[in-house]
């Protein structure tokens, strides 16, 4: 019996999906998705473009992470952090360098949060930074301060040492010398601050394990022995913040290193006054994050109430205003967050997007107004191949896209649009593996490491190479020079739009065969769009081991310079005179419209796609839909 069907794709809206589902074509997904993209993205109208290129900014000191800072709606930077430096990049130039505390190894684990012209970072290991933009171009970096009154320091305290110990103050003013009940003090407490009964002592002196001399700071109430006694939470003995963010005008700090379960909320628009008072509403606010396993905090995010993500667990914070009587904590969902580094979540039209502790999940953090309560979706549940161990992510708003940079040194990119059920993952490759990635004002910047060197680069939609440089000539030129950070590789050279070739570049240079008035020249890379096998259409059904052959197809292309199309004969290129014009200049005119392509074969390979698009032409192509005419035989 023999059958001859179309099968319309009009839309990639359901991105790659993973091979287990290739025997679910009962999924709604089935119709829109693809068995692999590759360096494409996914409009949020169902469309399929080649990837825009990466522009190279610059080669940095070596691997680190990438942070925004946006001062004003005019003046945006990139910091890049590296083993014990801060480079600070504006409109792609390098405007000022700050030395750091962070060695490579901790990098990973730093969080931080901005304020205006402040960017906080916080490492459990390293007294927390104050970053500040002092004017044009002009930067300081220093340790946190907290809010001082005479002698007094208002930072948080907490009692480490079990609850019975006692401390015994020899006076109650002056130089005095502290008895501990049980072994208590170490050398590290000397510098510290405790609080006696609420009164503040500073430690000058450790002389054992039960005893230390101290300065009074305020008159303490008596010198008997007491319970009522604390010391600073931060310190280099106790650990210092991990994750930090601003709140309904106060700061808030998600636990320490040895306090990991602990949230700290400042006074109310005093950010470091941690002065818990007397429990006012504009007082400081203080609490542990208890439950029935042990959930150390991992980040802290201000989003329609005040999000606390930890290894175990989601909370909401709520209080209209948070004040310490008002607030309330309670446990959303039970995912969890990585703990081996700080991947920060991202707010995504209201929802935070947010990495599960075991890796393999992109989950969105949303507020369902019917339940009262937040969801934990996962967004990766129909790609999880693509999901290799998250170790950063940032969100592209204006073209829709959310980045993740996968331990493998790909780029898993997600198209998000929940008002119109579109999520669809795709892939990016690179010649090299990235390693971090932020959105600075609508520009896309990511660290690739390439044959062992970091470099900063950018992702640019008049190009289509990678690692990529452009120029332009008044007058036409063979020797093209610029490019040393691509020493001894082969690059791609795009030559007045048209011409192509693969050249060496030799001293920083490349020479071409014809002098050309303008050139891109860079890594190539390759696109590829493969659909799922065929499945189903017009009321006919492909039985297993069933024969198929492709008769037929449409492609309709918009704004198309290149296209390779595969039917089971290898790639071919599709001649320009296809689009209509059999004139060959230096550029290949861009094209819109409808390409057929006939296929030969039958197909006895149920996973294999009846076509297949790859191509690393360093063109545009974007495909809107495909019509395929089939044809069945038992």
């Given at each position: 019996?023999?059958?001859?069907?179309?099968?319309?794709?009009?839309?990639?809206?359901?991105?790659?999906?993973?091979?287990?589902?290739?025997?679910?074509?009962?999924?709604?997904?089935?119709?829109?998705?693809?068995?692999?993209?590759?360096?494409?993205?996914?409009?949020p109208?169902?469309?399929?473009?080649?990837?825009?290129?990466?522009?190279?900014?610059?080669?940095a000191?070596?691997?680190?992470?990438?942070?925004?800072?946006?001062?004003?709606?005019?003046?945006?930077?990139?910091?890049v952090?590296?083993?014990?430096?801060?480079?600070?990049?504006?409109?792609?130039?390098?405007?000022?360098?700050?030395?750091?505390?962070?060695?490579?190894?901790?990098?990973?684990?730093?969080?931080?949060?901005?304020?205006?012209?402040?960017?906080?970072?916080?490492?459990?290991?390293?007294?927390?930074?104050?970053?500040?933009?002092?004017?044009?171009?002009?930067?300081?970096?220093?340790?946190?301060?907290?809010?001082?009154?005479?002698?007094?320091?208002?930072?948080?305290?907490?009692?480490?040492?079990?609850?019975?110990?006692?401390?015994?103050?020899?006076?109650t003013?002056?130089?005095?010398?502290?008895?501990?009940?049980?072994?208590?003090?170490?050398?590290?407490?000397?510098?510290?601050?405790?609080?006696?009964?609420?009164?503040?002592?500073?430690?000058?002196?450790?002389?054992?394990?039960?005893?230390?001399?101290?300065t009074?700071?305020?008159t303490?109430?008596?010198?008997?022995?007491?319970?009522?006694?604390?010391?600073?939470?931060?310190?280099?003995?106790?650990?210092?913040?991990?994750?930090?963010?601003?709140?309904?005008?106060?700061?808030?700090?998600?636990?320490?290193?040895?306090?990991?379960?602990?949230?700290?909320?400042s006074?109310?628009?005093?950010l470091?006054?941690?002065?818990?008072?007397?429990?006012?509403?504009?007082?400081?606010?203080?609490?542990s994050?208890?439950?029935?396993?042990?959930?150390?905090?991992?980040?802290?995010?201000?989003?329609r109430?005040?999000?606390?993500?930890?290894?175990?667990?989601?909370?909401?914070?709520?209080?209209?205003?948070?004040?310490?009587?008002?607030?309330?904590v309670?446990?959303?969902?039970?995912?969890?967050s990585?703990?081996?580094?700080?991947?920060?979540?991202?707010?995504?039209?209201?929802?935070?997007?947010?990495?599960?502790?075991?890796?393999?999940?992109?989950?969105e953090f949303?507020?369902?107004?019917?339940?009262?309560?937040?969801?934990?979706?996962?967004?990766?549940?129909?790609?999880?191949?693509?999901?290799?161990?998250?170790?950063?992510?940032?969100?592209?708003?204006?073209?829709r896209?959310?980045?993740?940079?996968?331990?493998?040194?790909?780029?898993?990119?997600?198209?998000?649009?929940?008002?119109?059920?579109?999520?669809?993952?795709?892939?990016?490759?690179?010649?090299?593996?990235?390693?971090?990635?932020?959105?600075?004002?609508?520009?896309?910047?990511?660290?690739?490491?390439?044959?062992?060197?970091?470099?900063?680069?950018?992702?640019d939609?008049?190009?289509n190479?990678?690692?990529?440089?452009?120029?332009?000539?008044?007058?036409?030129?063979?020797?093209?020079?610029?490019?040393?950070?691509?020493?001894?590789?082969?690059?791609?050279?795009?030559?007045?739009?048209?011409?192509?070739?693969?050249?060496?570049?030799?001293?920083?240079?490349?020479t071409?065969?014809?002098?050309?008035?303008?050139?891109?020249?860079?890594?190539?890379?390759?696109h590829?769009?493969?659909?799922?096998?065929?499945?189903?259409?017009?009321?006919?059904s492909?039985?297993?081991?069933?024969?198929?052959?492709?008769?037929?197809?449409?492609?309709?292309?918009?704004?198309?310079?290149?296209?390779?199309?595969?039917?089971?004969?290898?790639?071919?290129p599709?001649?320009?005179?296809?689009?209509?014009?059999?004139?060959?200049?230096?550029?290949?005119?861009?094209?819109?419209?409808?390409?057929?392509?006939r296929?030969?074969?039958?197909n006895?390979?149920?996973?294999q796609?009846?076509?297949?698009?790859?191509?690393?032409?360093?063109?545009?192509?974007?495909?809107l839909?495909?019509?395929?005419?089939?044809?069945?035989?038992?």
């Amino acid at each position: 019996m023999n059958g001859l069907f179309t099968l319309n794709k009009t839309s990639f809206t359901a991105g790659e999906l993973d091979l287990e589902l290739m025997g679910r074509s009962d999924l709604g997904a089935f119709a829109n998705g693809a068995k692999r993209l590759r360096n494409v993205i996914i409009a949020p109208t169902g469309g399929v473009s080649r990837r825009a290129g990466l522009r190279y900014v610059a080669t940095a000191r070596g691997p680190g992470r990438l942070i925004a800072f946006e001062f004003n709606t005019q003046q945006t930077y990139l910091m890049v952090v590296t083993d014990d430096h801060i480079d600070i990049h504006a409109d792609g130039a390098l405007v000022a360098t700050l030395a750091t505390p962070w060695s490579a190894a901790q990098i990973p684990q730093i969080g931080w949060t901005q304020s205006a012209d402040t960017l906080l970072l916080t490492h459990p290991d390293v007294p927390p930074r104050k970053i500040t933009r002092t004017a044009a171009n002009a930067w300081t970096i220093a340790e946190w301060s907290f809010h001082e009154d005479d002698v007094v320091v208002y930072l948080p305290h907490h009692k480490f040492a079990d609850d019975a110990v006692t401390l015994t103050p020899s006076a109650t003013t002056g130089a005095i010398t502290l008895t501990a009940s049980a072994d208590t003090f170490l050398a590290a407490h000397v510098g510290l601050r405790l609080r006696l009964g609420g009164k503040q002592v500073l430690v000058t002196a450790v002389a054992s394990a039960t005893q230390a001399d101290a300065t009074v700071k305020e008159t303490l109430a008596a010198t008997t022995a007491t319970k009522d006694w604390e010391e600073q939470s931060f310190s280099a003995l106790r650990g210092w913040p991990i994750s930090v963010c601003f709140h309904q005008s106060r700061l808030v700090i998600g636990g320490s290193r040895d306090l990991p379960n602990r949230l700290w909320l400042s006074k109310s628009m005093d950010l470091f006054n941690f002065d818990l008072g007397t429990g006012l509403d504009d007082e400081s606010i203080e609490f542990s994050m208890l439950s029935d396993q042990v959930n150390a905090i991992r980040a802290v995010f201000s989003g329609r109430h005040l999000q606390v993500f930890t290894s175990g667990a989601e909370y909401m914070v709520t209080g209209t205003p948070l004040t310490p009587t008002k607030i309330q904590v309670t446990r959303q969902t039970r995912i969890g967050s990585p703990v081996d580094r700080m991947v920060p979540p991202r707010d995504v039209d209201g929802a935070t997007h947010f990495v599960s502790r075991n890796g393999r999940d992109l989950r969105e953090f949303l507020y369902a107004d019917v339940e009262q309560a937040y969801q934990s979706h996962d967004l990766a549940m129909i790609a999880k191949h693509v999901m290799k161990g998250p170790v950063d992510q940032d969100y592209d708003a204006i073209h829709r896209l959310f980045h993740v940079v996968m331990e493998d040194g790909t780029l898993a990119t997600l198209t998000i649009y929940r008002a119109e059920k579109v999520t669809a993952w795709t892939v990016f490759e690179t010649a090299g593996r990235f390693r971090a990635v932020a959105v600075v004002e609508g520009a896309v910047f990511v660290l690739v490491e390439r044959q062992g060197v970091t470099l900063l680069e950018r992702f640019d939609d008049d190009i289509n190479l990678d690692s990529a440089l452009t120029g332009l000539q008044a007058s036409p030129t063979a020797s093209w020079g610029g490019l040393d950070h691509l020493e001894g590789r082969t690059v791609r050279v795009l030559a007045d739009g048209g011409a192509i070739a693969d050249l060496t570049v030799v001293a920083g240079h490349v020479t071409l065969a014809q002098p050309a008035s303008a050139i891109q020249a860079g890594l190539a890379y390759a696109h590829e769009i493969e659909p799922l096998p065929p499945v189903a259409g017009s009321g006919q059904s492909i039985a297993p081991g069933q024969l198929v052959r492709m008769v037929l197809a449409h492609f309709r292309v918009l704004d198309t310079k290149a296209l390779h199309i595969d039917t089971g004969r290898g790639s071919t290129p599709i001649p320009f005179r296809r689009f209509g014009s059999d004139r060959f200049g230096a550029e290949p005119p861009a094209f819109s419209g409808d390409v057929r392509v006939r296929a030969l074969g039958w197909n006895r390979n149920a996973m294999q796609p009846l076509w297949r698009i790859s191509q690393d032409v360093p063109m545009p192509c974007t495909v809107l839909s495909v019509s395929t005419q089939i044809k069945l035989a038992e």
